[in-house]
């Protein structure tokens, strides 16, 4: 919900732009916090799911670590003061430079994901004499029961090492002086809102942890990965329900009194804390479709375009409007000026009957929206604000 002076705001500066509200974020962070903490549980952020600073600070701050999947984003979490002892680099495709660099950080782990790279991870760390930890990031082939462009867990997807060649990985293992086994890691998708999905999820972690330690290995760490979905039709209901996503894990999951559980969570902590804020350019009545046209799109949110994505969208002067259209609302294709089809936010959107300048806010856009935004059309790329406090 925006406030009458949030939206005052709004109409001094230039769209679109992404909005952050810091404190919701901050209230997001605590409950996450509070609920691992019951368990014990650590939690490292996805960071991929936004790298703002301003957010990047305030989940520093709150003494989560870094999951990071490229040599930029570990340097961004080093710099930005996350201890490198919580600061773990996943990835399909690390290049030698990236493994270097972050060899070189010291970080935590890496969560490594093919038979070659953990060769390669090996040679590298020998040639600096150096000793790295390393997970096993392992493909459990569980059903995310999620859109299947963001499903990582299954046989097909290219993440991960599959079971089958567990017993190569323990060969490459004990060959490599280099590298020190700490453990085993999972992320089977993204956007889960069936919590079923993590009870499969547990048994496969249960199963792979009890084989690497009857083949020697000792498993100091089960990594989880993330994949928390939150509730786009519900922005204003803001706080995903922690507590009952760590229980299934609490319940289910094997833990050895030695062993840590470790989360990688990305668009739960920071999906509500954010919204893209717009202005319709034009409206295009026609007889089949009602469109409006705003100054954002696919460039700046990409989502509902990838992944057909849903976002609440909300005409912010609506409720100013001395004269409401007769029926109430309008059925709008909202649509940003991109040169695609694609490049439309959702069709048939009930909204008030809307004109030129109305401002207009896509919700839910605090994960994976504007770190995935580009410059396609030489768009200027997008600017951020956050909430007034
Ligand atoms: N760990 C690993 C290894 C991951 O690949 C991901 C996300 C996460 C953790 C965090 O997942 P989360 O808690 O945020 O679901 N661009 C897509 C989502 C891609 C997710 C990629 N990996 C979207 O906009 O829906």
Known sequence: MFSDKDIAHFSKLETPF?????????????????????????????????????????????????????????KKAIDIGFVKDKVVFAGVGKSDREIIDALERDIFCFNVESLQELEVINALAEARQKIVKVAIRINPNVDAHTHANITTGLDENKFGINSWDMPACAAILNLS??????????????????????????????EFSAWFEDHGFKVRILNVG????????????????FATYFKVFSD?????????????????????????????LYVK???????????????????????????????????????????????????????????????????????????IAIRSAGAYGEVMASHYNLREGVKSYSKEV
Do not use: W
């Open 252 to 280: 289910f999951l094997e833990v050895k009194p030695y062993q840590e559980v470790h989360f990688e969570l990305g668009r739960a902590l920071v999906g509500q804390s954010a919204s893209l804020i717009s202005r319709v």
């Open 18 to 74: 992404y909005y952050y509200d810091l404190n919701l974020l901050e209230q997001t962070l605590n409950a996450c916090k509070d609920a691992a903490r019951a368990h014990q549980f650590h939690v490292h952020y996805a960071m991929k799911a936004n790298f703002n600073e301003m957010v990047l600070s305030k989940i520093k701050a709150i003494g989560f670590g870094a999951d990071c999947v490229s040599g930029n984003e570990v």
């Open 177 to 206: 002086p280099n590298l020190e086994f700490i453990g085993i890691h999972f992320h089977i998708g993204s956007q889960i809102t069936n919590l079923e999905v993590y009870k499969n999820l547990c048994n496969r972690v249960n």
């Open 226 to 241: 993330g994949g928390l979905g939150i509730d786009y039709h519900n922005p204003h209901q803001q706080i995903p329900d």
């Open 285 to 359: 009545n026609g007889k089949k479709k009602n469109f409006i046209v705003l100054d954002a799109g696919m460039t700046e949110l990409m989502r509902p375009a990838l992944y057909q994505a849903y976002h609440l969208i909300e005409n912010l002067s609506g409720n100013e409007r001395s004269m409401p259209h007769p029926q109430g609302t309008v059925n709008y294709d909202v649509v940003g000026p991109i040169c695609e089809s694609t490049d439309c936010f959702g069709k048939e959107i009930p909204l008030p009957e809307s004109f030129r300048n109305d401002l």
